[in-house]
């Protein structure tokens, strides 16, 4: 018997924004899967309009395994995550290792085969993930201010200027063209 995609199924349980009040929950399974929608979008764009030449499937399956770790880490707020560079280096040893451990739920032909997805080494498709972690940190932000929850208001401004700060063309076009449509109501999306 193999657990490790039952592991992965635990991620529904694992809730994020831990010190902060929310008005919605988020889990890092729907998380994940955001990240991966917008990985890809960011990808396409950088492919169709800038001349990139990336994989954005390739992309996209690996926002979808970038948590995997926190099945048995649980999800560590960021602000403690990158307190100082000792916490920050013991937490990706701690990550790892938790990604070793869930590999060794797989029979050994898988287990080489995800390994290339849990343990990304392509910097260059790790930043787009990054990139796509980061827009849906903020859209986190502007659906908990949509519910006048103002918990979420710095956090807001700090994540957008740093999102502004990548300047990057593929993820400056993506803010420009897409973030405001999720400021919308069903009703506005619908007109």
């Known amino acids: 018997m193999y657990k490790f995609f039952a592991y992965l199924n635990r991620m529904k349980y694992i809730n994020r924004w831990g010190l902060m009040h929310s008005a919605m929950n988020e889990n890092i399974m729907e998380h994940s ?7 890809h979008a960011l990808a396409t ?15 996209a399956v690996k926002a979808l395994f970038h948590e995997t770790s926190e099945v048995l880490t649980g999800d560590l707020p960021t602000p403690i995550k990158y307190f100082n560079p000792e916490i920050r280096d013991a937490y990706k040893k701690l990550e790892s290792y938790s990604n ?24 260059e498709e790790r930043r787009f ?14 659906d908990e201010l949509k519910m006048s929850n103002s918990e979420f208001y710095k956090a807001e401004k700090t994540i957008y200027d740093e999102i502004r700060g990548y300047k990057r063309p593929e993820v400056d076009y993506f803010m420009d063209n897409f973030i405001q449509a999720y400021r919308l109501t069903l009703d506005e999306l619908e007109k």
């Open 100 to 123: 070793e451990r869930l590999l060794e739920h797989l029979p050994s032909e898988l287990s080489a085969e995800y390994a290339k997805i849990i343990n990304e080494t392509d910097d």
């Open 129 to 142: 993930v990054k990139y796509a972690d980061k827009i849906c940190a903020y859209i986190k932000c502007l």
């Open 45 to 59: 764009v950088s492919n169709v309009y800038f001349g990139g030449q990336l994989d954005a499937n390739s992309i």
């Open 33 to 39: 899967q955001q990240v991966a929608v917008i990985a």
